[in-house]
């Protein structure tokens, strides 16, 4: 299985790519700090089931990356992953086809046991 991350925070991806490997043991994750260069990698895998998304991404207005992402990728399962922990804004990002909001003050059993819930593991 193949696991996306996009954050423009290159600390973040090692950490969110731990959690991944913890959750789901053999999968492969890839990383990018861009929107586009994500939608990109994305459209180069076959395998692509899930995607850990930050709502800060530069050049975007929150929900606007979930909206583009998804749009590229709508079968993909997403999981934001954001600074943010207003509750209108986790109530939009469900709406808009997340299946998971976590902020990223979760702790990182929380954040396994989200990656394995949606991954379906």
Not at 9 to 24: C, D, F
Request: hydrophobic residues 50%.
């Amino acid at each position: 299985m193949d696991v996306l991350i996009i954050d423009d925070h290159p600390l973040i991806h090692e950490t969110l790519s731990a959690m991944v490997r913890k959750a789901i043991p053999g999968a492969t994750v890839h990383a990018e700090t861009e929107l586009g260069a994500g939608v990109a990698r994305g459209m180069g895998l076959a395998n692509l089931r899930l995607a850990l998304l930050d709502l800060g991404l530069p050049g975007y207005s929150g929900i606007e990356v979930l909206l583009r992402f998804r749009s590229a990728f709508p079968h993909v399962r997403v999981i934001v992953v954001s600074a943010t922990e207003d509750p209108v804004t986790m109530q939009k990002a469900i709406s808009a086809g997340a299946a998971w909001y976590l902020p990223k003050t979760a702790k990182p059993y929380a954040m396994v046991a989200a990656i394995k819930s949606t991954a379906g593991v």
